[in-house]
C-alpha cells in the first residue's frame, strides 16, 4: 500500500530557502507520476511541480524558484524552494498518481501525504 509522509516544513523569511522532503513507499516509478501541491485556507489544492517516470518536470508558477526532483535509492521526492516569497505560504502535500494527471488542482491524484506547513513572512 503506498503511502507518503512530507517533512522540510518551516518559517523562513522572504528571500530564504527550504527543501521539502517525501519519503515515498509503495510507489511504482516506473509508472507513477509524482507532484507537489500547495493549499491555503479557503482555497483549493494547487499544483506546483510535477515530475514522470522519464523525470520530465512541469512547474506552475514559480518562476524558476521551485525544483522538484527524485532519488529512487532513497525512495525520496524532494522540492528544493529558494528566493521565498510569502504568497509561497501554505501547506505543502506530495502525490502520486498513475497516468499523470495534470496539476491545475488535485483532481486524478491517488495517494496523499498529510502535509507540512511553509510560512514566508515579509
Known amino acids: 500500500q503506498a503511502h507518503l509522509v ?9 528571500g530564504g530557502s527550504l527543501r521539502l522532503s517525501c519519503a515515498a513507499t509503495g510507489i511504482d516509478y516506473s509508472m507513477e507520476c509524482m507532484a507537489w501541491f500547495r493549499q491555503v485556507p479557503g ?3 494547487a499544483g506546483v511541480a510535477r515530475i514522470d517516470p522519464s523525470r520530465r518536470t512541469v512547474y506552475t ?3 524558476g524558484r521551485f525544483t522538484i526532483s527524485l532519488d ?3 525512495n525520496k521526492l ?11 505560504t501554505g501547506t505543502y502535500y506530495c502525490a502520486s498518481a498513475w497516468g499523470c494527471p495534470v496539476i491545475t488542482n488535485g483532481q486524478g491524484w491517488r495517494v496523499w501525504g498529510q502535509g507540512t506547513q511553509v510560512t ?3
Open 120 to 122: 514566508v513572512s515579509s
Open 43 to 45: 482555497k483549493e489544492r
Open 61 to 63: 508558477d514559480s518562476e
Open 6 to 14: 512530507e517533512s522540510g516544513g518551516g518559517s523562513v523569511q522572504a
Open 78 to 88: 524532494y522540492l528544493d524552494m529558494r528566493n521565498l516569497k510569502p504568497e509561497d
Open 72 to 74: 529512487r535509492s532513497e
